[in-house]
């Protein structure tokens, strides 16, 4: 059994389709979540976790042919920790294999726009 997580956070660098050694098309790319606090009527930025996800075949074109760096998007798939040594001693990500990957439409985004900055839902 794997653990699933639902990602929801801006990509942090325009996707672009690969071929593997094994012939199998992917992508990877970095999304970022920046936790938000509301303080009376203004709205701060806390900490931003980054999350390194893959997407394959079929999808990873997807990904690549319409979304950029900036985009909202919402991206299920299966997670994991990978660590590895760097010069500066242990490093780790945290690795999502995308099942799915899709835009998140912003309330106040015109229609064919693409908003700088979304405010939260609630």
């Known amino acids: 059994m794997r653990a699933t997580a639902i990602i929801e956070g801006r990509i942090a660098q325009d996707p672009e389709v690969k071929i593997s050694k094994a012939g199998t098309t992917y992508t ?68 999502v294999s995308a099942d799915s990957v899709g835009l998140v439409r912003a309330k106040n985004a015109s229609s064919g726009g693409r908003p700088d900055r979304e405010e939260p839902p609630f």
Do not use: P, Q
Request: charged share 30%.
């Open 28 to 95: 990877r790319f970095s999304v970022a979540v920046t936790e938000r606090r509301r303080d009376g009527d203004t709205w701060s930025d806390g900490d931003t976790t980054w999350f390194r996800v893959t997407a394959w075949k079929s999808l990873a074109e997807t990904v690549a042919d319409t979304m950029r760096k900036g985009d909202l998007v919402v991206v299920v798939g299966g997670v994991k920790m990978e660590t590895w040594e760097g010069d500066n001693g242990a490093r780790s990500d945290i690795v």
